[in-house]
T-cell receptor, first 114, second 112 residues
Framework: DSGVTQTPKHLITATGQRVTLRCSPR?????VYWYQQSLDQGLQFLIQ???????AKGNILERFSAQQFPDLHSELNLSSLELGDSALYFC?????????????FGPGTRLTVT | GENVEQHPSTLSVQEGDSAVIKCTYS??????FPWYKQELGKRPQLIID???NVGEKKDQRIAVTLNKTAKHFSLHITETQPEDSAVYFC???????????WGAGTKLIIKP
């Protein structure tokens, strides 16, 4: 157990819908990262937050948005869902600047769009 | 920006043999190079990492080597076992943003 929690574990929804994925980082970690992993694919970096502020952006679609709240949990919002958005979404956390680089991954949320 | 290339994409070795996975990076400012292992259906987990002030690091059957001049680093697994079967990802990072730039992954298959 990495100490990073993600909910829900599984999500099945229809095209055009909107969903919210939730992540709680390890205690003491200030950075949160979101990744998308499609079937048999690599880790696509979406976005990074540090202490409530957006720090870096990767290949995140305009239909996707995220935020990190004052209690450091983070949410990834996916809207106007398409079949191609079906994937495993991982959240990871790390201490952040000045600390360890190591990223601890949550168990992931498997999103299926039908 | 930084780019990390990883080879091979699939590696099949006989149980007991050694496996080597290689990564190259583009930005000489990168100074941290981790390797993550992802078993089927599970989360990626750090297995070993190296900083740019060190040329080699070993942890039991796993070792990582770094060549800063050539900008490449490698993962070496000796005496491979069935539980080594997984996808391995390399990554690179630098102090400016703590963001990991990931390789595409290598699927390691251990044949009995």
């Amino acid at each position: 157990d990495s100490g990073v929690t993600q909910t829900p574990k599984h999500l099945i929804t229809a095209t055009g819908q909107r969903v919210t994925l939730r992540c709680s980082p390890r205690s003491g970690d200030l950075s949160v990262y979101w990744y998308q992993q499609s079937l048999d694919q690599g880790l696509q970096f979406l976005i990074q937050y540090y202490n409530g502020e957006e720090r870096a952006k990767g290949n995140i679609l305009e239909r996707f948005s995220a935020q990190q709240f004052p209690d450091l949990h983070s949410e990834l919002n996916l809207s106007s869902l398409e079949l191609g958005d079906s994937a495993l979404y991982f959240c990871a956390s790390s201490v952040g600047p000045g600390g360890s680089y190591e990223q601890y991954f949550g168990p992931g949320t498997r999103l299926t769009v039908t | 920006g930084e780019n990390v290339e990883q080879h091979p994409s699939t590696l099949s070795v006989q149980e007991g043999d050694s496996a080597v996975i290689k990564c190259t990076y583009s930005d000489s400012a990168s100074n941290y190079f981790p390797w993550y292992k992802q078993e089927l259906g599970k989360r990626p987990q750090l297995i070993i990492d190296i900083r740019s002030n060190v040329g080699e690091k070993k942890d039991q059957r796993i070792a990582v080597t770094l060549n800063k001049t050539a900008k490449h680093f490698s993962l070496h697994i000796t005496e491979t076992q069935p539980e080594d079967s997984a996808v391995y990802f390399c990554a690179a990072s630098m102090d400016s943003n703590y963001q990991l730039i990931w390789g595409a992954g290598t699927k390691l298959i251990i044949k009995p």
